[in-house]
């Protein structure tokens, strides 16, 4: 929600930009949905690093990076890792 707030109130010389949110470690999906199903007891998904997309063609995993939302609008996340942010969930 924070990096929702910061490109609401971004100065208006700041137009048409598209920001990704992100945390500062990157991880591809199936290392989160490892973690978390360890975290939680359920059995560990079978990941594959590509799924179809709406032309069929295959889509490769992607690490998303949060540098151009920090370099523009001085943005840091609230945790640094996936980990940290999904054990405040879990408790």
Known sequence: CSAIWVCLG???????EIFNCSDDRA???AEVLRWLAE??????PVWE???AGPSGRLIRDRIISHEKLTRFLDWKPRYPSFREGYQQILG
């Open 27 to 29: 991880a591809p999906k």
């Open 49 to 51: 690093n590509t799924e």
């Open 39 to 44: 975290r939680v007891g359920a059995a560990q």
């Open 10 to 16: 971004s100065p208006s010389t700041i137009q048409n």
